[in-house]
C-alpha cells in the first residue's frame, strides 16, 4: 500500500473511531488559543484550562494584557512550567497583536510566524481551528504515530514531518486528522507504556515501527 493510499485508509478509520475529535485546549477567542497553545509547550492540556481562567479574569482582553507587567503574568502562569519565558513570549505577542494587527489575529501564516512564541504547530492550530484553513499540526503525537505507522520514515523534525504529510494528507482532511492523532496517542498509541496495538483499529495495517 502506498503512503498516499495508507493514509486515506487511516484517516477514513480514525474518523469512525473518533468522530467528535476536536482541540482539547478550551478557548472562545482565537487570542486565548495562542495562548493556551503558548502554555501547553511541555505541561498537559488539563492544566493549561485550569490555569487560564485565572490570567482572563485579571486581564480579560488583548490590550490588558499587552498592558500588564510581565511579572504579573508569570505569577499566574507559572504552574504552566516555563513561566518567565511564557509570561515573556505571551506579552510581546499581545503587544504586536494590538500595535500591528489591530487587536485581530492574522489568518495567514506569514504573519502568524511574526508573533514572539509562534511556530508552525501554533499557527497551524490556528489556521485549522480558528480559520478553518488547510492545516496540519505536528504535535509529538503526530510525529510518534506517522513514524510508527509509516506514514513518514524516522523524520522527527516536526517541519519535515509536516511537509512530509501535505504531500499525502488531503488538505481539507489535515487538522481534524491530527486532532485525532491526539486521541488516538493518548488512549491507545501510547508514548510512555507499551502501545496497546491488540485494541487498535489500525492494527491490520499499521507498519508498527515501534
Known amino acids: ?9 487511516i484517516i477514513e478509520r480514525l474518523e469512525k473511531e473518533y468522530p467528535d475529535a476536536a482541540c482539547s485546549l478550551d478557548y472562545n477567542d482565537a487570542w486565548k488559543l495562542l495562548i493556551s497553545v503558548r502554555l501547553a509547550a511541555q505541561c498537559t492540556d488539563e492544566r493549561v484550562n485550569k490555569i487560564v481562567p485565572s490570567l482572563y479574569e485579571k486581564f480579560p ?25 511564557k509570561a515573556r513570549d505571551i506579552s510581546l505577542c499581545m503587544k504586536m497583536l494590538r500595535d500591528e494587527f489591530n487587536c485581530q489575529v492574522p489568518d495567514s501564516m506569514d504573519d502568524l510566524l511574526k508573533l514572539p512564541g509562534v511556530g508552525r504547530k501554533s499557527a497551524n492550530l490556528i489556521m485549522g481551528d ?10 509529538t503525537h503526530c510525529i510518534r504515530l506517522c513514524n510508527r505507522m509509516g506514514l513518514v520514515d524516522n523524520i522527527k523534525e516536526p517541519k519535515k514531518v509536516e511537509m512530509a504529510l501535505w504531500k499525502i ?20 498509541c501510547t508514548a510512555r507504556t507499551k ?13 508498527k515501527n515501534i
Open 130 to 139: 480558528v480559520f478553518g484553513k488547510p492545516a496540519i499540526v505536528t504535535d
Open 195 to 207: 502501545p496497546y496495538c491488540d485494541k487498535c483499529c489500525l492494527n491490520d495495517i499499521c507498519k
Open 61 to 85: 482582553t488583548i490590550e490588558a494584557l499587552a498592558d500588564a507587567p510581565v511579572e504579573e503574568i508569570e505569577e499566574i502562569v507559572r504552574p504552566c512550567g516555563l513561566g518567565r519565558s
Open 1 to 9: 500500500m502506498k503512503k498516499k493510499e495508507l493514509a486515506l485508509e
Open 169 to 188: 494528507i488531503p488538505p481539507e482532511k489535515g487538522s481534524d486528522f491530527c486532532h485525532r492523532l491526539v486521541y488516538h496517542g493518548r488512549a491507545v
